[in-house]
């Protein structure tokens, strides 16, 4: 089982910058995603990460924006976000999968953190 902790959520207005931190603890292997759901939208993926090869895939509403990038030796993930958007607006979850092919839907992750709030103003 995994522990994951997220944090560097916050208010920023629109075109601004914040970075998320997930930290892992545990046994930590596979994939590392983050996922984001908006109030009355379902949960969505973001960006993955996986372990030591450091292969990445983002969803294509934040390609170019943001950036995920791992610590090995801390086992932290992080998610740094430019240029935000008021549609970037949503609760971020940082989740783990024991597979290294990354996937994009929430079934393929067994390990969810708390979630941190982001938004973004106009």
């Known amino acids: 089982q995994v522990q994951l902790v997220e944090s560097g959520g916050g208010l920023v207005q629109a075109g601004g910058s914040l970075r998320l931190s997930c930290a892992a603890s545990?046994?930590?292997?596979?994939?590392m995603g983050w996922f984001r759901q908006a109030p009355g939208k379902e949960r969505e993926f973001v960006s993955a990460?996986?372990?030591?090869?450091?292969?990445?895939y983002y969803a294509d509403s934040v390609k170019g924006r943001f950036t995920i990038s791992s610590d090995n030796a801390r086992n932290t993930v992080y998610l740094q976000m430019n240029s935000l958007k008021p549609e970037d607006t949503a609760v971020y979850y940082c989740?783990?999968?024991?597979?290294?092919?990354?996937?994009?839907?929430?079934?393929?992750?067994?390990?969810w953190g708390q979630g941190t709030q982001v938004t973004v103003s106009s």
């Open positions: 990460i996986t372990w030591i090869i450091d292969n990445t």
């Open positions: 989740a783990a999968s024991s597979t290294m092919i990354i996937r994009t839907t929430t079934d393929a992750y067994h390990s």
């Open positions: 545990g046994r930590t292997f596979g994939t």
